[in-house]
């Protein structure tokens, strides 16, 4: 496995005590990563990982350059790539717990008539749900890139929405 953009080592850290080994590429060297490299331009072979991750990187590139850099991701990936962006649409968390069955929950999207503008804030130069970048659009430009499997948003952290795509 390959992790662009590791942030605290969590993702490997994990992995390690499942036995999954997984290496690290960051642009910056003081987060220790494994290799140091733009994701616009990793420095491996076609196919080299089984699985590609970066969470929550993409938005921090326009939004070209981040379909560039899912490309880079996509060409180094055997099988799978899995990313996370973050979603700026509203949801209401809903959970209930059924006897027998256990917890139920869902993500209730909240109404919205306008998507808001996305404003550059230093950090995220466009996030899903935003004008311009509706998730529809966003799964059809990665979409031409890799095979869109699944996308979800996960109830503990709905802002951070999840892709799975495959390159076979």
Do not use: M
């Not at 799964?139 to 709905?158: C, I, M, S, W």
């Amino acid at each position: 496995v390959l992790e662009i953009g590791p942030g605290g080592s969590l993702l490997k850290n994990i992995a390690a005590s499942y036995g999954v080994e997984v290496q690290t590429v960051d642009l910056d060297p003081d987060l220790t990563p494994d290799f140091t490299a733009s994701v616009e331009q990793l420095p491996f072979a076609n196919d080299e990982y089984d699985v590609v991750c970066a969470f929550q990187v993409l938005e921090h590139l326009p939004y070209r350059n981040a379909l560039k850099a899912f490309a880079e991701i996509a060409r180094v990936a055997r099988v799978n790539c899995v990313i996370s962006l973050p979603d700026s649409r509203r949801v209401w968390r809903y959970c209930i717990h059924i006897p027998r069955i256990g917890p139920v929950e869902r993500l209730i999207p909240r109404p919205q008539f306008v998507r808001p503008k996305h404003e550059f804030d230093g950090q995220h130069y466009w996030e899903v749900g935003k004008r311009g970048f509706a998730l529809k659009n966003v799964v059809e430009d990665f979409g031409k890139l890799a095979n869109l499997q699944a996308t979800y948003r996960v109830t503990e952290n709905p802002y951070h929405r999840f892709f799975r795509f495959s390159t076979t």
